[in-house]
């Protein structure tokens, strides 16, 4: 069957379909021929040829709806194609613009979550630093606590085969004799260890550790090379009270002779052992044994406070003596001007006789006989600039409080 109606495939197909069932029709039945019977051929003919029109109607509509849909999707293909030519790149840029905003606004959104981790682990880190920078402070603090105490166990055993006749080599003060004379020398001797084990443990709890005291002395260097300088030889120095012996150890950096005297058996033991020249002996009485003009300078670092002040006058007539022209004298003790030093740190040391203010030794020293005296304020407290600052202290008082712990006295013999 030809296509001259422009039918769907469907379409075409069930008429096909159709056209076959009735010329399979058996025209030899006997129902069937007594309905196409001569008087009634008519009747069927109209019946088919009506069902057939009425097919060809369906179908001519069927053919207009398609051709009318077809032209619908023409128009609408044109107008999208003008729609997309004259508005195609304005769209686009603001397609494009979006997925730029909002690949931007992702991007921030990833910057932002990675720099607050990151605040997040430097803050942790910085608190577990803290935390153990705190734990190594205070083990540190420990330790150095233990290697005193260690270090002050093995000198008392040390001590311990030290022979106790020292008290012939001391030298007292006349007042005590009498009333040391009732007692027995055994209990003298053990008396006077124990007060020996005192003093050094005192001192190693309380006046700072080797490393600390050397560099405090180190302010001193320049005027023991000056006295040099002058006098032209590099000794005799005699250090009054070494102690542990830490002057001696600057001094012998710089090349001095130098030369400790002590009467505490334990601290002389101790500087012994770092290599140092030192004497159980009274001061006064040591230098009384010197020639005159003998010695390029004489120190002493925080003795004078433990003197009886005749006693004093007696050791600095003694240091005149024997001092070269243009040796020096220096001598360091504690700062009465600041109140905490003369209210409580002086009396942490139950040796110290009297506090000693500046002018008292500056006196001293004119009448001895020295010229070029100086007075030199040391060791103000750390927290002096920040109490000035931050809590509004006038600077006199917080210099009264927070001021120069300790001061030197200096003094040089004149060369004529």
């Not at 040391?378 to 931050?390: A, C």
């Amino acid at each position: 069957m030809d296509n001259r109606f422009n039918l769907p495939e469907d379409a075409r197909a069930d008429l096909i379909a159709f056209k076959q069932r009735i010329e399979q029709l058996d025209f030899e039945h006997p129902s069937l021929r007594e309905a196409l019977a001569p008087p009634k051929p008519r009747i069927v003919h109209q019946w088919l040829w009506g069902k057939f029109n009425s097919l060809l109607v369906s179908l001519s509509r069927l053919t207009d709806t398609r051709r009318r849909v077809e032209a619908l999707e023409d128009e609408t293909a044109n107008f999208r194609q003008v729609v997309m030519t004259v508005v195609g790149g304005e769209f686009a840029k603001a397609v494009t613009q979006v997925v730029e905003q909002e690949i931007v606004k992702l991007y921030r959104a990833i910057d932002q979550r990675a720099a607050e981790g990151a605040n997040a682990l430097e803050r942790e880190s910085a608190l577990l630093g803290d935390r153990l920078r705190a734990e190594h402070a205070r083990l540190e603090e420990h330790t150095a606590n233990l290697e005193q105490e260690l270090r002050f166990e093995r000198l008392a055993r040390q001590k311990a085969f030290v022979d106790f006749d020292r008290q012939l080599t001391l030298k007292r003060p006349s007042a005590a004799a009498a009333s040391e004379a009732e007692i027995p020398a055994e209990r003298l001797t053990s008396v006077q260890s124990l007060l020996e084990t005192f003093y050094y443990r005192l001192e190693e709890r309380f006046r700072g550790t080797r490393d600390e005291i050397k560099r405090s002395l180190l302010i001193y260097r320049n005027d023991l090379r000056a006295a040099r300088d002058r006098v032209g030889v590099s000794g005799p120095v005699v250090d009054i009270g070494c102690g542990r012996g830490e002057l001696l150890e600057v001094l012998g950096e710089d090349k001095f002779q130098a030369v400790g005297v002590d009467s505490n058996a334990l601290q002389l033991d101790a500087a012994r052992r770092r290599g140092a020249v030192v004497v159980h002996v009274d001061a006064i009485e040591y230098l009384r044994g010197l020639e005159d003009e003998s010695v390029l300078a004489v120190t002493g670092i925080h003795v004078v406070e433990h003197m009886p002040f005749p006693a004093l006058v007696c050791l600095m007539q003694e240091v005149v003596r024997v001092l070269k022209k243009g040796g020096v004298a220096l001598f360091e003790t504690p700062n009465p001007r600041n109140l905490i030093v003369g209210a409580t740190t002086f009396h942490l040391d139950p040796t110290h006789i009297r506090q000693l203010p500046p002018e008292v030794m500056k006196v001293l020293f004119e009448t001895v006989g020295f010229e070029q005296i100086e007075i030199r304020p040391l060791h103000p407290s750390d927290t002096l600039d920040y109490m000035v600052k931050n809590h509004n202290i006038d600077p006199h008082v917080a210099t009264l409080l927070f001021g120069p712990q300790d001061y030197a006295v200096i003094g040089v013999i004149g060369t004529h």
